[in-house]
């Protein structure tokens, strides 16, 4: 069973996001910031982590860059998940290590058909 790590400032987020992940078999933890994120990530070696971008300190842009950079974390993917749904921030994102950007609020499908496609051995 994978691991996700979601992060995202927001309870009903986090709650929505983990009833879509648990039904399609996954694992979920969470993180309530960016910096929490990044720790959890760092000890759990989650198999994919799902990134909201607008948090207070450290935003989800950041926290991507800094996971996709460290050695005990870049091969973890990363997919955003945001409100922010313009093209320049989608291409941002990717350019910080994001392996996918997603639109809130996702459509469960889609969502979970994506991670299947990032967790299947390359």
């Known amino acids: 069973m994978a691991r996700i790590l979601i992060v995202d400032d927001s309870p ?23 910096e929490e994120g990044i720790a959890r990530a760092r000890a759990e070696l989650p198999d994919l982590i799902l990134m909201d971008v607008i948090m207070p300190g450290t935003n989800g842009f950041q926290a991507t860059r800094i996971l996709s950079r460290d050695p005990g974390t870049s091969a973890i993917p990363v997919i955003i998940v945001t409100t922010k749904n313009m093209e320049t921030d989608r291409i941002w994102g990717m350019r910080q290590g994001a392996k996918d950007f997603i639109s809130k609020p996702p459509n469960e499908r889609d969502l979970v058909a994506r991670i299947q496609t990032l967790l299947k051995p390359s």
């Open 12 to 34: 009903t987020d986090i709650r929505v996001l983990s009833g879509m992940l648990e039904r399609a078999g996954f694992q979920t933890s969470s993180a309530s910031s960016a």
